[in-house]
């Protein structure tokens, strides 16, 4: 099998149990859970077959919602993300991601921490704007979306300097 296969399994794997484990569990300040496993859109290699990368994320959504609980939400999310994601990635890196040898060790701290924070930022969006579903509730959805926002890329900006290659 592949390396870049294993690792993607290892990866998939590792966030569902840390999710579904740890961080399904805290509650901070009442409301604040935030969610990891949207740095794996992050950590999704780039050529990859868009197809397989779509239905990879449906299933790491839809598992998290099987333990979460949550009707669906996380796998509508993350279907999001993964559709928006070469949108994302053209709007923060540019013409240059198009190109067969790009890397993001060619790229700034900067443009992959914006690169993860929209991310985020679609992910939550989408996620509770449906757990809401209510447009007389607008502060409420834009207060998680910003407070469980901020956590979660701390954590994943944590989590990606912590765990990815050296060479990144």
Not at 112 to 119: D, E, I, K, P
Request: charged residues 10%.
């Amino acid at each position: 099998m592949n390396s870049t296969i294993v690792l993607n399994i290892f990866r998939f794997v590792l966030l569902v149990l840390v999710q579904v484990l740890i961080f399904n569990t805290l509650n901070f300040m009442g409301f604040i859970n935030p969610m990891v496993y949207v740095v794996f859109f992050y950590w999704y290699p780039l050529k990859s077959n868009r197809a397989l990368f779509m239905l990879v994320s449906f299933l790491l959504g839809f598992i998290i919602d099987i333990f979460s609980d949550t009707l669906a939400l996380n796998a509508i999310a993350s279907l999001t993300v993964a559709y928006a994601r070469p949108v994302v990635m053209r709007f923060c890196f540019g013409v240059n991601y198009e190109f067969q040898n790009f890397s993001f060790k060619n790229t700034t701290k900067i443009q992959r921490v914006t690169f993860l924070a929209l991310l985020i930022l679609i992910h939550h969006l989408i996620f509770f704007s449906l757990e809401i579903l209510s447009i007389a509730h607008f502060l409420l959805i834009l207060k998680k979306v910003f407070a469980t926002g901020v956590v979660t890329l701390i954590l994943c900006t944590l989590f990606s300097s912590l765990f990815s290659p050296k060479s990144e």
